[in-house]
């Protein structure tokens, strides 16, 4: 589980390969999206766009996508960790994604240009109604 920046969000993923994404202040549900590769072990968001998400799981891999693309299957992935991936962060200025396994590996990641990510946070009623 992680809040994105301003507590206003919190991403939940689990074994079943769903991300839920929840208004922390009405615990009403966003949005769900799927990952039917993997049961997520750790969700982390973009520091600076609440509407990117990254995830690491179940099939070694990490993630990250726009929860627009997501939806749209658009997701970039990263290979190169051996096992399951336990925990994913985003750096301070969003550029990198750090990750661990169970491999017993940490590895860093640059992330790919999302368009979405260079604007502004999105505020509650974008992330509601994208």
Do not use: Y
């Not at 689990?14 to 208004?23: A, C, E, N, R, T």
């Not at 799981?57 to 990263?78: L, M, N, Q, W, Y």
């Not at 960790?81 to 169970?102: Q, R």
Request: glycine letters at 10%; charged letters at 20%.
């Amino acid at each position: 589980m992680a809040f994105n920046q301003d507590g206003r969000f919190l991403a939940s993923g689990g074994h079943d390969g769903v991300i839920k994404v929840w208004d922390a202040r009405t615990w009403k549900l966003l949005h769900e999206l799927a990952d039917p590769t993997c049961g997520m072990e750790s969700v982390a968001f973009h520091p600076k766009d609440s509407r990117v998400l990254a995830w690491g799981g179940t099939d070694s891999t990490v993630k990250v996508a726009t929860i627009r693309d997501a939806a749209t299957k658009d997701v970039r992935t990263f290979h190169g960790h051996m096992s399951l991936v336990w925990s994913v962060a985003f750096s301070p200025d969003g550029e990198w994604i750090a990750s661990g396994s169970s491999d017993g590996t940490g590895k860093l990641w640059q992330v790919p240009f999302v368009p979405e990510a260079r604007a502004p946070a999105a505020s509650a009623a974008s992330l509601a109604h994208d």
